[in-house]
């Protein structure tokens, strides 16, 4: 974890998985709002999820070009966004929307997105969970690349968490809640997720409590659909239970997700 608190350091994002923003609005912005800015550096190219964890709070990432890369607007609650950086400098600029307002604190968490390929192998995600902190609920947000369609089960190691798997239109297609987590614990009897070939945004919630960072994993593994216990294709207990919860997730998986203006 990066956590940088000065102007006079400029960290390279990809030299850590976890970086937080930190400063405050002493200076006045172009708008005539109280505002500051700080400076980083990618040495590979990336995709990175920004969140701004301070109320009525704009931000702006620019290129050493001077082009807005991504931009983010939080309301009464937090907002976030991602963008695919190439090596370079960028300023990140932190402004109030409220031009009355006097002098603030703010915060950013700068995670890296990662990519997954999914084959007819499975997959495996590998991250770090944060605490959360700072109005900031911890959620990461991953891309999965399904090049070969298929029916796996999945598994997480880091337990009393959530997470969904979401297709481009924020259809929640694989869902699952390892802080209830079912009696039946055989293979056989986990549930499965047909996955169509895609990209899919994977949204992890760690647990609320969560006291330090904790690396964890999350796999996708390859499962015949038809097979079970007692040789038949009948729907398990835990297959039921999910899918009577899988409104609950869908409802939980979009208030995580803020709409915001990204642009490549």
Known sequence: MTDISTSTYVPNLSSSAFSQFKGRTTGVGADGANADSQT?????????????NNSFT?????????????????????????????????????????RAAGVRDYSMDVTERQNILVTAGGASLKGTAQPPGNGDTGIQKHTFNVVQGGTFTADISLPNTRWAMMDKDGKVVAASDSGKPDAQQNF?????????????????????????????????????????????????????TLRE????????????????????
């Open 188 to 240: 056989l009897q986990k549930p499965t997720y047909k996955l169509q070939p895609g990209q899919y945004t994977m949204v992890v919630v760690p647990p609320s409590d969560l006291k330090s960072p904790t690396d964890f994993r999350l796999g996708l593994v390859p499962r015949n659909p038809d097979l079970t216990e007692a040789g038949t294709n009948q729907e398990s207990a835990i297959q039921k």
């Open 40 to 52: 980083f550096t990618v040495s590979k190219a990336g995709e990175y999820n920004f969140k701004i």
């Open 58 to 98: 704009n931000v702006e990432i620019r290129n050493d070009r001077n082009e807005v890369v991504t931009s983010l607007r939080s309301n009464e609650s937090t907002a976030d966004a991602s963008a695919r950086l190439g090596p370079g400098t960028y300023t990140a600029t932190f402004s109030q929307a409220n």
């Open 245 to 264: 919860r899988q409104s609950r997730l869908q409802q939980w998986a979009s208030q995580g997700t803020t709409k915001t203006s990204t642009k490549a």
